[in-house]
T-cell receptor, first 117, second 111 residues
Framework: DGGITQSPKYLFRKEGQNVTLSCEQNLNHDAMYWYRQDPGQGLRLIYYSQIVNDFQKGDIAEGYSVSREKKESFPLTVTSAQKNPTAFYLC????????????????FGDGTRLSIL | SQQGEEDPQALSIQEGENATMNCSYKTSINNLQWYRQNSGRGLVHLILIRSNEREKHSGRLRVTLDTSKKSSSLLITASRAADTASYFCAFVSSNDYKLSFGAGTTVTVRA
Protein backbone atom coordinates (compact mmCIF):
# COMPACT_ATOMS: atom_id res chain seq x y z
CA ASP A 1 0.00 0.00 0.00
CA GLY A 2 1.22 3.50 -0.78
CA GLY A 3 1.67 5.92 2.03
CA ILE A 4 3.90 8.09 4.18
CA THR A 5 6.07 6.67 6.92
CA GLN A 6 7.36 8.83 9.73
CA SER A 7 9.89 7.65 12.28
CA PRO A 8 10.41 7.48 15.12
CA LYS A 9 6.94 7.76 16.66
CA TYR A 10 8.38 9.28 19.86
CA LEU A 11 11.64 11.21 20.22
CA PHE A 12 13.38 12.87 23.12
CA ARG A 13 15.89 15.66 22.76
CA LYS A 14 18.54 16.70 25.22
CA GLU A 15 19.51 20.34 25.57
CA GLY A 16 21.97 21.42 22.89
CA GLN A 17 21.27 18.39 20.75
CA ASN A 18 20.13 18.24 17.13
CA VAL A 19 17.62 15.53 16.26
CA THR A 20 16.41 14.33 12.87
CA LEU A 21 12.90 13.18 12.05
CA SER A 22 12.47 10.84 9.11
CA CYS A 23 9.76 11.04 6.44
CA GLU A 24 9.51 8.64 3.50
CA GLN A 25 6.74 8.41 0.90
CA ASN A 26 6.04 5.89 -1.86
CA LEU A 27 3.17 7.79 -3.46
CA ASN A 28 5.40 9.26 -6.19
CA HIS A 29 4.40 12.75 -5.06
CA ASP A 30 6.52 15.71 -6.09
CA ALA A 31 5.68 17.96 -3.12
CA MET A 32 6.47 17.26 0.51
CA TYR A 33 5.79 19.29 3.65
CA TRP A 34 6.64 19.49 7.33
CA TYR A 35 4.12 20.85 9.83
CA ARG A 36 4.23 21.48 13.54
CA GLN A 37 1.11 20.94 15.69
CA ASP A 38 0.85 22.26 19.23
CA PRO A 39 -1.95 21.13 21.60
CA GLY A 40 -5.35 22.49 20.63
CA GLN A 41 -3.99 24.26 17.59
CA GLY A 42 -3.96 23.84 13.87
CA LEU A 43 -0.94 22.97 11.79
CA ARG A 44 1.82 25.47 11.03
CA LEU A 45 4.08 25.01 8.03
CA ILE A 46 7.80 24.63 8.73
CA TYR A 47 9.28 23.80 5.31
CA TYR A 48 8.06 22.50 1.97
CA SER A 49 9.66 21.14 -1.17
CA GLN A 50 8.25 20.85 -4.67
CA ILE A 51 11.22 19.18 -6.32
CA VAL A 52 14.40 17.33 -5.43
CA ASN A 53 17.23 19.55 -4.19
CA ASP A 54 14.92 22.51 -3.66
CA PHE A 55 12.89 23.61 -0.64
CA GLN A 56 11.34 26.75 0.78
CA LYS A 57 10.78 28.09 4.27
CA GLY A 58 7.29 28.06 5.65
CA ASP A 59 5.89 30.22 8.43
CA ILE A 60 8.03 28.93 11.32
CA ALA A 61 11.33 27.74 9.79
CA GLU A 62 13.66 29.22 12.42
CA GLY A 63 15.51 26.50 14.32
CA TYR A 64 14.75 23.82 11.71
CA SER A 65 16.54 22.52 8.62
CA VAL A 66 15.59 20.07 5.84
CA SER A 67 17.07 18.32 2.84
CA ARG A 68 15.51 16.76 -0.27
CA GLU A 69 18.14 14.57 -1.87
CA LYS A 70 15.62 11.98 -3.07
CA LYS A 71 12.04 12.35 -4.22
CA GLU A 72 10.88 9.85 -1.61
CA SER A 73 12.58 11.37 1.41
CA PHE A 74 12.29 14.71 3.25
CA PRO A 75 14.03 14.56 6.66
CA LEU A 76 13.60 17.37 9.18
CA THR A 77 16.34 18.34 11.64
CA VAL A 78 15.31 20.15 14.81
CA THR A 79 18.40 22.09 15.80
CA SER A 80 19.49 23.31 19.21
CA ALA A 81 18.50 26.80 18.04
CA GLN A 82 14.83 25.77 18.33
CA LYS A 83 14.19 26.65 21.96
CA ASN A 84 10.70 25.23 22.21
CA PRO A 85 10.76 22.02 20.17
CA THR A 86 8.13 20.08 22.14
CA ALA A 87 5.33 19.40 19.64
CA PHE A 88 3.75 16.88 17.30
CA TYR A 89 5.48 16.94 13.88
CA LEU A 90 3.60 15.89 10.78
CA CYS A 91 4.98 15.18 7.33
CA UNK A 92 2.75 15.32 4.25
CA UNK A 93 3.02 14.93 0.50
CA UNK A 94 0.93 15.84 -2.51
CA UNK A 95 0.83 15.96 -6.28
CA UNK A 96 1.31 19.29 -8.00
CA UNK A 97 -0.96 20.60 -10.75
CA UNK A 98 -0.51 23.75 -12.80
CA UNK A 99 -2.22 25.71 -10.05
CA UNK A 100 0.45 24.72 -7.55
CA UNK A 101 0.69 22.15 -4.76
CA UNK A 102 -2.10 23.72 -2.72
CA UNK A 103 -4.71 22.60 -5.23
CA UNK A 104 -4.19 18.95 -4.41
CA UNK A 105 -5.14 16.97 -1.29
CA UNK A 106 -2.27 16.29 1.09
CA UNK A 107 -1.50 12.85 2.46
CA PHE A 108 -0.14 12.74 5.99
CA GLY A 109 2.04 10.40 8.00
CA ASP A 110 1.18 9.46 11.57
CA GLY A 111 3.54 11.96 13.11
CA THR A 112 6.50 12.11 15.49
CA ARG A 113 6.00 13.39 19.01
CA LEU A 114 9.10 15.27 20.17
CA SER A 115 9.76 16.09 23.81
CA ILE A 116 12.62 17.65 25.75
CA LEU A 117 14.46 15.58 28.34
CA SER B 1 -0.08 33.09 6.85
CA GLN B 2 -3.79 33.64 7.43
CA GLN B 3 -5.40 30.95 9.53
CA GLY B 4 -9.03 30.00 9.48
CA GLU B 5 -11.31 30.14 12.46
CA GLU B 6 -13.51 27.20 13.28
CA ASP B 7 -16.71 27.12 15.24
CA PRO B 8 -17.53 25.48 17.56
CA GLN B 9 -14.25 24.47 19.20
CA ALA B 10 -15.91 21.32 20.53
CA LEU B 11 -19.12 19.44 19.82
CA SER B 12 -20.70 16.48 21.61
CA ILE B 13 -23.57 14.61 19.98
CA GLN B 14 -25.48 11.36 20.26
CA GLU B 15 -24.89 8.61 17.75
CA GLY B 16 -27.26 9.03 14.82
CA GLU B 17 -27.45 12.83 15.12
CA ASN B 18 -26.00 15.25 12.61
CA ALA B 19 -22.90 17.33 13.34
CA THR B 20 -22.26 20.71 11.77
CA MET B 21 -19.09 22.75 12.04
CA ASN B 22 -18.13 26.03 10.42
CA CYS B 23 -14.97 27.62 9.11
CA SER B 24 -14.37 31.29 8.37
CA TYR B 25 -11.43 32.91 6.63
CA LYS B 26 -10.37 36.41 5.64
CA THR B 27 -8.71 36.23 2.22
CA SER B 28 -9.72 35.28 -1.31
CA ILE B 29 -9.17 31.57 -1.77
CA ASN B 30 -8.50 29.07 -4.53
CA ASN B 31 -9.94 26.14 -2.64
CA LEU B 32 -10.92 24.97 0.82
CA GLN B 33 -10.26 21.51 2.19
CA TRP B 34 -11.51 19.55 5.19
CA TYR B 35 -9.41 17.03 7.08
CA ARG B 36 -10.06 14.62 9.95
CA GLN B 37 -7.56 13.76 12.67
CA ASN B 38 -8.03 10.88 15.08
CA SER B 39 -6.27 11.22 18.41
CA GLY B 40 -2.51 10.87 18.07
CA ARG B 41 -2.65 10.23 14.33
CA GLY B 42 -2.02 12.13 11.12
CA LEU B 43 -4.65 14.03 9.15
CA VAL B 44 -6.88 12.35 6.60
CA HIS B 45 -8.21 14.34 3.65
CA LEU B 46 -12.03 14.40 3.42
CA ILE B 47 -13.14 16.87 0.76
CA LEU B 48 -11.69 19.63 -1.43
CA ILE B 49 -14.09 22.30 -2.69
CA ARG B 50 -12.94 24.84 -5.23
CA SER B 51 -13.81 28.54 -5.09
CA ASN B 52 -16.27 28.22 -7.99
CA GLU B 53 -18.19 25.39 -6.29
CA ARG B 54 -20.96 25.90 -3.73
CA GLU B 55 -21.62 22.40 -2.41
CA LYS B 56 -19.98 19.02 -2.47
CA HIS B 57 -20.94 15.60 -1.10
CA SER B 58 -18.94 12.54 -0.15
CA GLY B 59 -20.86 9.71 1.52
CA ARG B 60 -22.28 11.12 4.78
CA LEU B 61 -20.32 14.35 4.40
CA ARG B 62 -21.67 17.56 2.92
CA VAL B 63 -19.53 20.66 2.48
CA THR B 64 -20.78 24.08 1.50
CA LEU B 65 -18.76 27.13 0.51
CA ASP B 66 -19.97 30.73 0.52
CA THR B 67 -17.19 32.91 -0.87
CA SER B 68 -19.25 36.09 -0.36
CA LYS B 69 -19.34 35.38 3.38
CA LYS B 70 -15.88 33.81 3.38
CA SER B 71 -17.18 30.74 5.16
CA SER B 72 -17.60 27.01 4.77
CA SER B 73 -19.49 24.35 6.68
CA LEU B 74 -19.02 20.61 7.10
CA LEU B 75 -22.06 18.48 7.88
CA ILE B 76 -21.73 14.88 9.03
CA THR B 77 -25.06 13.09 8.83
CA ALA B 78 -26.13 10.08 10.90
CA SER B 79 -22.98 10.24 13.02
CA ARG B 80 -21.24 7.12 14.31
CA ALA B 81 -18.84 6.57 17.20
CA ALA B 82 -16.07 6.21 14.61
CA ASP B 83 -16.64 9.85 13.59
CA THR B 84 -15.16 10.96 16.93
CA ALA B 85 -12.15 13.03 15.88
CA SER B 86 -10.90 16.58 15.31
CA TYR B 87 -11.92 18.20 12.04
CA PHE B 88 -9.83 20.90 10.39
CA CYS B 89 -10.53 23.26 7.55
CA ALA B 90 -7.60 24.39 5.44
CA PHE B 91 -7.54 26.83 2.57
CA VAL B 92 -5.25 28.11 -0.13
CA SER B 93 -5.19 31.88 -0.58
CA SER B 94 -5.47 33.24 -4.11
CA ASN B 95 -2.04 34.87 -3.87
CA ASP B 96 -0.34 31.86 -2.36
CA TYR B 97 -0.29 28.11 -2.77
CA LYS B 98 0.30 26.91 0.76
CA LEU B 99 -2.41 25.48 2.97
CA SER B 100 -3.45 27.49 6.04
CA PHE B 101 -5.17 25.45 8.75
CA GLY B 102 -7.80 26.37 11.28
CA ALA B 103 -7.53 25.32 14.93
CA GLY B 104 -10.07 22.53 14.47
CA THR B 105 -13.37 21.34 15.91
CA THR B 106 -13.27 18.37 18.27
CA VAL B 107 -16.29 16.13 17.74
CA THR B 108 -17.32 13.49 20.26
CA VAL B 109 -20.03 11.03 19.26
CA ARG B 110 -21.63 9.32 22.24
CA ALA B 111 -22.95 5.78 21.83
Amino acid sequence: DGGITQSPKYLFRKEGQNVTLSCEQNLNHDAMYWYRQDPGQGLRLIYYSQIVNDFQKGDIAEGYSVSREKKESFPLTVTSAQKNPTAFYLCASSNIDRGGPGNQPQHFGDGTRLSIL
Amino acid sequence: SQQGEEDPQALSIQEGENATMNCSYKTSINNLQWYRQNSGRGLVHLILIRSNEREKHSGRLRVTLDTSKKSSSLLITASRAADTASYFCAFVSSNDYKLSFGAGTTVTVRA
